[in-house]
């Protein structure tokens, strides 16, 4: 079972996410929150393996609390939920440890999808909250990240670099394998490598140093 915990400060929303999860067999709610600071203290009680985490909520916000979360011993996978695409704190959730972002309104099945990449240690994120996650970073000082997402990215084989590049596309661990013809259990052990040579906590990492690197 993948076990869930619901952060909003919305009792409909959390409601609703709780209807649509539900419906999937091997997935539990195991509790919400309403905010930052009580989901931190959920998550040393009920041990979630997935936190979906609404990013404006008043007291502790979700970057706050997800870059809590991300210093415990043992952290959750955590998605951010957001209402707006061009939601200006996107960028700040991802550099505080987010494996993924989904619309608030994004269909169900898309959401349950979502908690199974993410619990299997992928990265989900909606196409157009995407777009405005790498317009962000190619608007900011792009020369200089480029030059230093080049340096990192040095360091790894050449077939490292092209699993690197397919995770950069989006590619799940199923596509890379097909494309690169490779075993899924190979494709998790580059990721693996990849994520301790780059320094980087989970996929979405990856996909920003590889799109800074191409300028």
């Known amino acids: 079972m993948t076990r869930v915990l619901l952060v909003d400060d919305d009792a409909l929303v959390r409601a609703g996410l709780r209807m649509i999860l539900s419906s999937a067999e091997e997935i539990e ?3 919400e929150a309403a905010d930052g600071g009580e989901a931190v203290a959920a998550v040393g009680a009920q041990r979630p393996d997935v936190v979906l985490m609404d990013i404006r909520m008043p007291g502790v916000d979700g970057i706050a609390a997800t870059s809590a979360l991300r210093r415990l011993p043992d952290p959750p996978h955590v ?3 957001t209402t707006f695409q061009a939601d200006e704190h996107v960028l700040s959730a991802v550099r505080a440890g987010a494996d993924g972002f989904l619309l608030k309104d994004t269909p169900p099945t898309d959401i349950v999808q ?13 196409p157009s909250v995407t777009r405005t996650l790498l317009a962000h970073v190619g608007n900011d000082e792009a020369a200089e990240r480029r030059r230093a997402a080049a340096d990192r990215l040095a360091v790894l084989s050449a077939r490292e670099r092209e699993v690197a590049e397919a995770v950069g596309s989006g590619a799940s661990n199923a596509e890379i394998a097909a494309s690169l013809f490779m075993s899924e259990a190979t494709v998790k052990a580059h990721v693996s490598r990849l994520l301790t040579k780059l320094g980087v906590t989970n996929r979405v990492h990856i996909a920003i140093l590889v799109h800074d690197a191409r300028g």
């Open 79 to 81: 998605i951010v939920l």
């Open 114 to 126: 979502a908690v199974r990449l993410v619990a299997a240690g992928e990265a989900m994120l909606s």
């Open 29 to 31: 709610i195991v509790g």
